[in-house]
């Protein structure tokens, strides 16, 4: 089992960058695919980014690829999403998400361990 806290977000103008952070409060992340998710308001909650175990494998929604990065580092229990060149549309709940499968998915069900959620607004 993983306890996943997050930190960062808050409001940014377009074009602007954020990073944020998903740790491990219990548990070790390094056994786990980490995901990103959003949810904006009446929208169901969606994939952004997955990283492998060992960080050599990431996989991004169409929508933030070439904008956001996902990242990690075992040894400091630790996830990242930089975020760049926001847009407006970017506005959500972004998730933190833990998996043990192995395997990258962008699938929400895949998920089993979930961060509190952290808002992201993006102001145009």
């Known amino acids: 089992q993983v306890q996943l806290v997050q930190s960062g977000g808050g409001l940014v103008q377009t074009g602007g960058s954020l990073r944020l952070s998903c740790a491990a409060s219990?548990?070790?992340?390094?056994?786990?695919?980490m995901g990103w998710f959003r949810q904006a308001p009446g929208k169901e909650r969606e994939f952004v980014a997955a990283?492998?175990?060992?960080?050599?494998?990431?996989y991004y929604a169409n929508s933030v690829k070439g904008r956001f990065t996902i990242s990690r580092d075992n040894a400091r229990n630790t996830v990242w999403l930089q975020m760049n060149n926001l847009k407006p549309e970017d506005t959500a709940v972004y998730f933190c998400a833990a998996q043990d499968t192995g395997m990258i998915a962008a699938a929400l069900e895949t998920y089993d361990y979930w961060g509190e959620g952290t808002q992201v607004t993006v102001s145009s």
């Open positions: 990283i492998s175990w060992s960080g050599s494998r990431t």
């Open positions: 219990e548990g070790t992340l390094s056994n786990y695919v």
